[in-house]
């Protein structure tokens, strides 16, 4: 069973950048696909990006297309978002996911594994 461990998050004023990381451990990371997603008070938990097991491949929600960067390093198990410009609405707790089997999904149900999460919190 993969666990997740996220870090990276904090406060930030609008316009500012964090790079959050995600360490997996307890499994064959390479074996995951992985994704962010992330949670506003009184909001849904939402997609944020995703990238496929060998890293080739990426998908990012519009929101944050352009400004967050999703990568991972399969030698150190670890996936990062790199965000950037970063605005008020990105204020959220982030969470990282493991998904097994092929290609990676845009839904919570997509994902078997769950990391406890990290608060950013952008200032205008």
């Known amino acids: 069973q993969v666990q997740l461990v996220e870090s990276g998050g904090g406060l930030v004023q609008a316009g500012g950048s964090l790079r959050l990381s995600c360490a997996a451990s307890r499994g064959t990371f390479s074996n995951y696909a992985m994704g962010w997603f992330r949670q506003a008070p009184g909001k849904d938990r939402e997609f944020v990006a995703a990238i496929s097991r060998g890293g080739t491949s990426t998908s990012y929600a519009d929101s944050v297309k352009g400004r967050f960067t999703i990568s991972r390093d399969n030698a150190k198990n670890t996936v990062y978002l790199q965000m950037n410009s970063l605005k008020p609405e990105d204020t959220a707790v982030y969470y990282c996911?493991?998904?097994?089997?092929?290609?990676?999904?845009?839904?919570?149900?997509?994902?078997?594994?769950w990391g406890q999460g990290t608060q950013v919190t952008v200032s205008s």
């Open positions: 996911a493991a998904r097994r089997g092929a290609g990676y999904g845009y839904t919570i149900p997509a994902y078997d594994y």
